[in-house]
């Protein structure tokens, strides 16, 4: 069994998001799985979570699992992958934003939990625009497309394919854990 460390398998390979984030993605979607933790290994701070399909993966839980110690076997976790959403959109310059700006939030009570977020500003060129919709299709200065939705669907008013403009692209992971019934 290959060890990883909790973020690393919540991104990667038990919702296999850098898959997904190669594709053009066509809606703000969030991605869900829930897990049995089968073991623990206190020492080495080290869960053994099943999967559905009844195959395991062993997780590292590093220092920063403040709450490590109140995980019990027969506990589910469930993963949360947020993506997707362009929550701003504007001419390059308007309003000067941090590119990218990044949050842990930790759930409140006995079991560990809690939201790790990352919010990003690039300018892009605009490919396509669907104001009935409410989404647009960009592309970044490497070449790379995203069809996505935004927030305000108004705020598309005025845009034109060619367009330079800033977006705002959220991604957010958020972990929960229930104690076992």
Excluded: N
């Amino acid at each position: 069994m290959v060890k990883h460390t909790i973020l690393g398998v919540a991104l990667g390979a038990l919702l296999a998001v850098p898959a997904a984030a190669q594709k053009p993605v066509s809606i703000a979607d969030v991605t869900s799985a829930t897990f049995t933790i089968e073991a623990i290994d206190h020492s080495s701070r080290v869960v053994t979570l099943k999967k559905s399909d009844g195959t395991t993966e062993d997780i590292y839980c590093g220092p920063d699992v403040q709450r490590f110690d109140a995980l019990k076997v027969g506990d589910k976790v469930t993963f949360r992958y947020h993506e997707s959403m362009v929550s701003m959109i504007q001419r390059p310059g308007a309003t000067p934003k941090p590119a990218v700006s990044s949050a842990v939030t930790r759930t409140p009570g006995a079991k560990p939990g809690g939201t790790i977020a990352q919010q990003m500003t690039v300018v892009v060129t605009l490919e396509a625009i669907d104001e009935k919709v409410g989404s647009i299709t960009i592309r970044t200065d490497d070449g790379r497309r995203l069809s996505t939705k935004v927030a305000d669907p108004k705020k598309l008013a005025g845009y034109k394919v060619g367009d330079k403009v800033e977006v705002t692209y959220t991604q957010a992971l958020a972990i929960s854990v229930e104690p076992v019934k």
